[in-house]
């Protein structure tokens, strides 16, 4: 792979800011003929404003970067098939206007309406409070906001890479603050150009010298046309139970989808999943009640051993959507997943490093492929569903 253009958008450190940015393939000959295309502007008006975005045409796939919002992928299409979601929150929102505390650590839902969006990176899931240590080595109670700071911080650096194959746009988002957590996120997004696919490689890096607790999990969105009523999602697992007594209601269709219902109250089902032997390598399906329209996420379990799915099929209004959310623990309160084992610990100057792709499929013959490819890897267990939460995934 052969690098064909470097520029620099946004760095903190020179003080640079590219407010108005476009490349294509009339000026990088790069795709073998596809229209690619890479365009950076500022969003102006009401709770958008100052929020940059990045759109990337790879010639198939179209998606739209949120640098202000974490590196977050607000929504993405492929020709009929959209990836995103209608949420209430109409605009991107500048964190400015985010106020995390807000109904009792609840703000984070003001900004909440992309397609994919980062939770962590030292805490994420339930609100709640958990007991640290103070700047001068005493116990301190501190309350943790819902999935934590990282999808409100802007990128201090952003990057754009044309090589012979692909578009990589780079970013890097500091979570940091003095006698705390001192964690980098460098994440780069590829897309081979003329493909259905993108990838999210991510690396996270206690830039201190005290070892850090960290969390990461990826809130994947979807509504309609591929969320609808006989929807299904497909992923091979060991086990299954509800988080708490409203999943409870709803076990027998977990993986099947009404259309939208006014007055719906969310679930939520965490999973233990199957993947290949030696690489460990998962995948997820989110299909149509056709089986002609689906999106695809796949991800190696050494990197994300949790998988939790989130059912919001409320009235179209209110947010109709579901999550599929790979990451390093449950979304319960970092104090219980401590508890369990689950909340990594990153030495002074360690680095993690962790990858997933999505992929859009528009042909029935596509999804068949990959229901088949599920198929085969849930072959290998026996799963377990439980029709209760179980102390190992909740706090019950």
């Known amino acids: 792979m052969a690098t064909l253009f470097q520029e620099t958008l946004l760095d903190s450190e020179t003080n640079l800011s590219t407010d108005e940015y476009i490349i294509d393939a009339s000026v990088v000959p790069a795709g073998s003929g596809a229209a690619w295309s890479v365009r950076k502007y500022t969003l102006r008006g009401g709770l958008q404003e100052g929020v940059d975005v990045v759109e990337i045409d790879n010639g198939k796939l179209r998606f739209a970067v949120l640098p202000t919002r974490g590196m977050g992928i607000l929504k993405a299409g492929c020709g009929d098939v959209r990836l995103g979601w209608d949420s209430p929150v109409k605009d991107p929102v500048h964190p400015s206007f985010v106020n995390l505390q807000d109904r009792g650590g609840l703000g984070w839902l003001r900004g909440f309406n992309e397609w994919i969006v980062r ?13 640290m240590f103070d700047n001068n080595g005493n ?61 999210i490689t991510d690396t996270v890096t206690n830039i201190g010298r005290n070892a850090t ?59 233990e999943l199957a993947g290949k032997r030696g690489t460990q390598e998962s995948l997820a399906m989110l299909r149509n009640a056709k089986g002609n329209q689906a999106s695809v996420l796949r991800y190696s379990l050494k990197d994300f051993p949790c998988f939790t799915l989130w059912k919001n099929t409320a009235a179209l209004e209110d947010g109709y959507v579901t999550g599929l959310e790979p990451a390093t623990a449950y979304p319960s309160a970092r104090s219980f997943e401590r508890s369990k084992g689950r909340v990594i610990t990153l030495q002074g100057g360690e680095s993690r490093t962790t990858s997933l792709s999505v992929e859009a499929l528009d042909t029935r013959k596509a999804v068949q492929a990959v229901e088949k490819e599920i198929q085969a890897l849930q072959k290998r267990v026996q799963p377990k569903v439980h029709a209760q939460p179980i102390a190992k995934f909740s706090d019950v």
């Not at 939770?119 to 007991?131: E, F, K, N, Q, W």
């Not at 700071?149 to 578009?167: C, G, H, Q, V, W």
Request: glycine fraction near 10%; hydrophobic fraction near 40%; charge should be negative.
């Open 139 to 199: 116990p301190s109670e501190e309350f943790l906001t819902l999935h934590g700071k990282i999808a409100n911080l802007p990128a201090r650096k952003l990057a754009i890479e044309i090589t012979d194959e692909a578009i990589i746009l780079r970013g890097e988002v500091d979570e940091t603050m003095l006698f705390g957590p001192a964690l980098r996120l460098n994440t780069e997004i590829r897309t081979s150009f003329a493909s259905a696919a993108l990838s």
């Open 213 to 271: 607790e960290h969390q990461l999990l990826y809130h994947i969105n979807q509504g309609g046309p591929i969320l609808e009523k006989g929807a299904r999602v497909m992923l091979p697992y060991k086990q299954v139970a509800p988080r708490d007594a409203r999943a409870a209601e709803g076990i027998a269709g977990f993986d099947r989808y009404d259309g939208p219902v006014a007055g719906f109250v969310e679930q939520a089902y965490f999973f």
């Open 119 to 131: 939770c962590g990176l030292s805490s994420m899931g339930a609100p709640g409070t958990d007991v």
